[in-house]
């Protein structure tokens, strides 16, 4: 079956541009997480959807980072007035329900490179 | 607050010969844990988990890892490594169930595994 997808596979834009990043989950998964990962680290959370609402943003770093999931299936990570020091790759994941035990699958990524 | 430590940057093995990657967790009640690999333009495919239950936890592709509670850590290990099995390894832990962080993982940094034929 398909698998977590994230478009688009990479992006470039200029420092203080609006990005959007797009995550399709796995169908049926009710839980869905972003992460972000720099370089030479291991990966960060920062938001967890459970159903429409958003459980947990407290990875977000700043008030230029906002991601919904107005229907419950696809999510959009939206960074305003990107900074460089936004480059990163942007993981988005899902799982069945949302709990601790459960495995969560991993999308390939966005690169985002803030030029 | 929880984390998650790998000592090892990077590690080169020769094929045939055996692996344990290390992982140091902090957190204050059992954890849920987890081994996630990552190869080059891949996703982070899951190895193994624990959450109970026998401490010796058997994942894919030949992978198994130990949950050791008094030594805070739960190391990967692999008799025999394969060329393919150059990848970069992450450890992770994930928070209990009763907080709204319920399914979070906070990952190590990674280790990057060499395989020299």
């Known amino acids: 079956g398909a698998g977590v997808s994230q478009t688009p596979s990479n992006k470039v834009t200029e420092k203080g541009k609006y990005v959007e990043l797009r995550c399709d989950p796995i169908?049926?998964?009710?839980?869905l997480y972003w992460y972000r990962q720099s370089l030479g680290q291991g990966p960060e959370f920062l938001i967890y959807?459970?159903?429409?609402?958003?459980?947990?943003d407290s990875g977000l770093p700043n008030d230029r980072f906002f991601a919904v999931r107005p229907e419950g299936s696809v999510s959009t990570l939206k960074i305003q007035r990107t900074e460089r020091g936004d480059s990163a790759v942007y993981l988005c994941?899902?799982?069945?329900?949302?709990?601790?035990?459960?495995?969560?699958?991993f999308g390939p990524g966005t690169r985002l490179l803030v030029l | 607050a929880q984390s998650v430590t790998q000592p090892d940057i990077h590690i080169t093995v020769s094929e045939g010969a055996s692996l344990e990657l290390r992982c140091n967790y902090s957190y204050g009640a059992t954890p849920y844990l987890f081994w996630y690999v990552q190869s080059p333009g891949q996703g982070l495919q899951l190895l193994l988990k624990?959450?109970?239950?026998?401490?010796l936890v058997q994942g894919i592709k030949g992978f198994e890892a130990e949950f050791k509670r008094s030594q805070s850590s739960f190391n990967l290990r692999k008799p025999s490594v394969h060329w393919s099995d150059a990848a970069e390894y992450f450890c992770a832990v994930g928070a209990e169930a009763g907080g709204t962080s319920y399914g979070k993982l906070t990952f190590g940094q990674g280790t990057i595994l060499t395989v020299h034929p």
């Open positions: 959807f459970q159903g429409t609402g958003a459980a947990d």
């Open positions: 624990y959450f109970s239950g026998d401490t």
């Open positions: 169908s049926g998964h009710t839980a």
């Open positions: 994941a899902s799982s069945l329900m949302g709990t601790g035990q459960e495995t969560q699958y």
